[in-house]
Structure formats: structure tokens, C-alpha cells
Nanobody
Framework: QVPLVESGGGLVQPGGSLRLSCAAS????????MAWFRQAPGKEREFVAS????????RHADSVKGRFTMSRNNAKDTVYLQMDNLKPEDTGVYYC???????????????????WGQGTQVTVSS
């Protein structure tokens, strides 16, 4: 079973909104954190948002603060990334990640995550 499955990507005009979902029912361990990362063509994967699982506390990258919000639905075992006021520079493949041993100070480091989804494409263009 695939541990993480993203959905919700697509093509949207600048200023528009999308909500990404990451179904985590395939995870078989007690997670410490989940996060969203994105990767634009020719660029490294970058941190977007994270959630420390035990507290539900979230962090968002400065580039998306005030526009993106990470949340979760425990009953559905799903995390979301609500993206508003999208800009062309938000274009990329968005990945959901989870880990069971990560420490809080490394929550924004993609190298610390062992479990990844397949990614969903987000394109912001007029």
C-alpha cells in the first residue's frame, strides 16, 4: 500500500486557490511530523509547510506565509494544504512527506523525511 497519496493539483490563474490533500492511511507507524515540499523545474525541493503531529503545531515558509495553510482531518487521516492568492512562482510539483524519527529542529529539511507521496502538479499561469 502506498503510504502517502496526494491529490488536488491543477492549473489555476494567478490569484486563484487550490486545496491539496494527502491521504496518509497507508502509514503503519506513529508519525512525528508531516510536511509539504515543492519542486520547480531545475530547482531543489523546498520546504512549504509542516505539522508536528503530537501538538498539531504548524510552520510555513516565509514565501507562503499568509497565503497557504496546512491542516489535518484526523478522522480521515488526511492533511491538507490550502493555497490562496497563488502566484506563478508557486508553480511546481508538490509533495507530501512523513517521518517517525525526525526532530523538531529539522522539520523543514527534506533529507530527514523517509516517506513521500508521488507528488501533484500545481501550475499557476494566465
Amino acid at each position: 500500500q502506498v503510504p502517502l497519496v496526494e491529490s488536488g493539483g491543477g492549473l489555476v490563474q494567478p490569484g486563484g486557490s487550490l486545496r491539496l490533500s494527502c491521504a496518509a492511511s497507508g502509514l503503519t507507524f506513529r508519525r512525528r511530523a508531516m510536511a509539504w515540499f515543492r519542486q520547480a523545474p531545475g530547482k531543489e525541493r523546498e520546504f512549504v509547510a509542516s505539522m508536528w503531529w503530537s501538538t498539531g503545531g504548524t510552520r510555513h515558509a516565509d514565501s507562503v506565509k499568509g497565503r497557504f495553510t496546512m491542516s489535518r482531518n484526523n478522522a480521515k487521516d488526511t492533511v491538507y494544504l490550502q493555497m490562496d492568492n497563488l502566484k506563478p512562482e508557486d508553480t511546481g510539483v508538490y509533495y507530501c512527506a512523513a517521518d517517525d524519527t525526525i526532530i523538531l529542529s529539522s522539520i523543514g529539511d527534506a533529507r530527514q523525511y523517509d516517506y513521500w507521496g508521488q507528488g501533484t502538479q500545481v501550475t499557476v499561469s494566465s
